[in-house]
């Protein structure tokens, strides 16, 4: 309803002037990403908020597992902005993929450092994924397989933004199921498409 939003305003400034919050433009870039959808003419677009140092179009950067050259950047009016200062949102344009929402976002020196960065932490992911599947063996598996103890319900996850698909995914995930087993084989941003 749009109430007190003055009010609301004011307090934060006001609480930002006695804890003398503040940040240095002065840095290579570094924030979080607020949201992130893939744009079917424009790519992957995540919305970030700088939290220090200044974000240049041109700037290569890394948010989680995307990285990229900025190539556009746009304020909240949907303007063309040319750097962006600490506490401002922006949408970024040039990413490889679409971050999650959450991410942490860096300016790194150059693209093919970004690369690596995202190379070893997908590495890591895939180390991790692998340790945490639980040790069912084959036969443990055909053994209640035919006993009609578990089935498998294959799921495909898509959502027009990030933060939509990851919500969706922990509900189905906290499910209480005995009788059936979920099994998300995939999840996405973007349109529905036949494959």
């Known amino acids: 309803q749009k109430t007190n939003l003055e009010e609301l305003l004011e307090m934060i400034v006001l609480v930002a002037e006695l804890l003398e919050l503040k940040a240095n433009p002065n840095y290579l870039a570094g924030g979080t990403v607020i949201e992130a959808r893939l744009d079917r003419g424009r790519g992957p ?3 970030v908020l700088i939290q220090r140092g200044t974000l240049r179009v041109g700037d290569p950067m890394v948010a989680g597992l995307a990285h990229g050259r900025v190539r556009a950047m746009l304020d909240d009016k949907g303007q063309n902005v040319g750097e962006a200062t600490p ?12 971050p999650q929402a959450g991410d942490i976002f860096k300016v790194v020196a150059d693209e093919k450092t970004a690369k690596q960065i995202v190379e070893e932490r997908v590495l890591k992911m895939r180390v ?31 959502g027009d933004v990030q933060g939509s698909v990851e919500a969706l995914r922990e509900s189905l995930e906290k499910l209480d199921q005995q009788q059936v087993r979920l099994n998300i084989i995939h999840q996405g941003v973007g349109a529905i498409s036949e494959t």
Do not use: C, W, Y
């Not at 443990?140 to 035919?146: G, P, S």
């Open 45 to 47: 677009v995540a919305t």
């Open 87 to 98: 506490s401002q949102p922006v949408e970024v344009l040039g990413l490889s993929t679409v």
């Open 128 to 158: 991790l994924a692998h340790e945490m599947r639980p040790r069912l063996t084959l036969d443990d598996l055909f053994a209640r397989v035919k006993e009609g103890e578990v089935q498998e319900l294959n799921l495909v996850i898509k």
